[in-house]
Nanobody, 126 residues
Framework: QVQLFESGGGLVQPGDSLRLSCGAS??????????MGWFRQAPGKDREFVAA????????IYADSVKGRFTVARDNTERTVYLQMNSLKPEDTAVYFC?????????????????WGQGTQVTVSS
């Protein structure tokens, strides 16, 4: 069983930056076998894909809505995944979830992911 813990959310103004972190309560070997992703869910909306990353940390893919503004990265030694969010917009306001897929890279539907964190709130407002 893998547990994921997000942190780093908060209230920021439009144009600001935030970095989210997601730590995993598993050994390094297990963590390196996981494909990691970020999703978000705004009030009244479905959970949507944000970004995903290969086990090695390469081949990042992004939702069109965040491309060029968000960057996903991982540190396998620290068993942590990051989401650097720049030029934040009010429409980025949501609960952000870290997720792990034990099967494949680049799957953008939430049901494909096996493990989830509890989420961290990001609010962008002036």
């Amino acid at each position: 069983q893998v547990q994921l813990f997000e942190s780093g959310g908060g209230l920021v103004q439009p144009g600001d930056s935030l970095r989210l972190s997601c730590g995993a309560s598993t050994d390094t070997f297990t963590f390196t076998r996981l494909y990691m992703g970020w999703f978000r869910q705004a009030p009244g909306k479905d959970r949507e894909f944000v970004a995903a990353l290969r086990r090695s940390g390469g081949d990042a893919i992004y939702a069109d809505s965040v491309k060029g503004r968000f960057t996903v990265a991982r540190d396998n030694t620290e068993r942590t995944v990051y989401l650097q969010m720049n030029s934040l917009k009010p429409e980025d306001t949501a609960v952000y979830f870290c997720a792990a897929d034990a099967v494949a890279h680049g799957r953008t539907w939430a049901r494909a992911y096996d493990y989830w964190g509890q989420g961290t709130q990001v609010t962008v407002s002036s």
